[in-house]
């Protein structure tokens, strides 16, 4: 039986939006408040504005670098072992920040809500690779590594599946999650070469990368693992109020993320890295000042934006609602 596809935008239109985001990270470029990622755009051909924690990229280094991108590797459960191989994979998503109990009342989440989210999600037989949809509120920064290690656990606990999402949300998770993965592979080169984990970070539209999400980001590619982001630009507040506008501001993170990613994993000793593009984008509800998730704009930002990652032969996660 033959496939139907069906495209939502054109060649033309996927030019366009390619040269919009060019120009825009020409002469706006992307703020990444993060100085060991400012000396790797420097050096890789990026001209830095120091003070403003700037960088624009000029058309040949984005180029240069997008040529190095890989697509995903082949997908391995818990186990390292292939999972069936799928044009499409789900995976849950977070992280939220609040419970709603049986009785209606919303509270904190606590890392027990985490565990029970995963329990189910492996449990699942629908989703590929459960991910902590909450976070753990109850459990203060200073023990991150605690909080990483039970997260991790319960996200390890089902041998059959994929690791969904990121392995964390700082830098210090990233190290532990490594670290449990390699005992899991029988060490680091072992991990490396069948990576079961992803680092990434995602920005704060329009075009700005925090730091600690770029620690983990770097973790992540200087170990030749796949990176991923999810960009959240909304149409009528951190972008344009037009659909196409807010695509340009969205392409235009997918591309400085990708190309940074290539930078640190060939300043590492990589040929390339599988930059995964993601788009959870959306409109503001303008009448309570909100994101809303499963309206119709974002149907069609997300489904764009799968469009624009496949045109750069990059892997793609987009939302669903």
């Not at 995903?72 to 995976?91: C, G, L, Q």
Request: hydrophobic fraction near 40%.
């Amino acid at each position: 039986m033959g496939k139907m596809k069906m495209e939502f935008l054109s060649r033309n239109d996927i030019e366009r939006i390619h040269a919009a985001s060019i120009k825009v990270l020409e002469t706006i470029g992307a703020q990444f408040l993060n100085d060991k990622a400012l000396d790797y755009l420097e050096k890789y051909g990026c001209t830095i504005d120091r003070k403003r924690m700037i960088a624009t990229f000029p058309e040949a280094v984005v180029n240069e670098f997008m040529k190095k991108a890989k697509p995903e590797r082949p997908r391995v459960n818990r186990s390292f072992k292939p999972v069936p191989k799928r044009e499409v994979y789900f995976r849950t998503f977070g992280q939220g920040t609040y419970m709603t109990d049986r009785n209606g009342i919303a509270r904190p989440s606590t890392y027990k809500d985490q565990e029970k989210v995963l329990i189910v999600g492996n449990a699942l037989p629908a989703v590929d690779g459960p991910t902590a949809a909450v976070a753990a509120r109850d459990v203060p920064p200073w023990k991150s590594r605690f909080q990483a290690t039970v997260r991790n656990w319960n996200i390890l606990s089902n041998p059959n599946k994929a690791i969904g999402g990121r392995a964390g949300d700082t830098d210090e998770k990233m190290k532990v999650s490594i670290e449990m993965c390699s005992i899991l592979a029988g060490g680091e080169k072992k991990l490396r070469r069948t990576p079961i984990i992803s680092g990434g970070v995602c920005p704060t539209s329009p075009l700005v990368w925090p730091g600690h999400g770029l620690d983990l980001m770097m973790q992540s590619a200087k170990n030749g693992f796949n990176t991923n982001t999810i960009g959240m630009a909304t149409s009528g507040s951190m972008a344009p109020m037009s659909l196409a506008g807010t695509m340009v501001v969205h392409n235009a993170e997918m591309l400085s993320f990708a190309v940074f990613c290539q930078m640190v994993g060939y300043n590492a000793g990589f040929k390339g890295i599988a930059a995964r593009m993601g788009c959870s984008s959306s409109i503001l509800d303008v009448r309570k000042g909100y994101y809303p998730v499963g309206n119709p704009e974002m149907a069609l930002l997300n489904a764009a934006a799968a469009e624009l990652a496949q045109y750069y032969k990059c892997p793609n996660t987009s939302a669903g609602a």
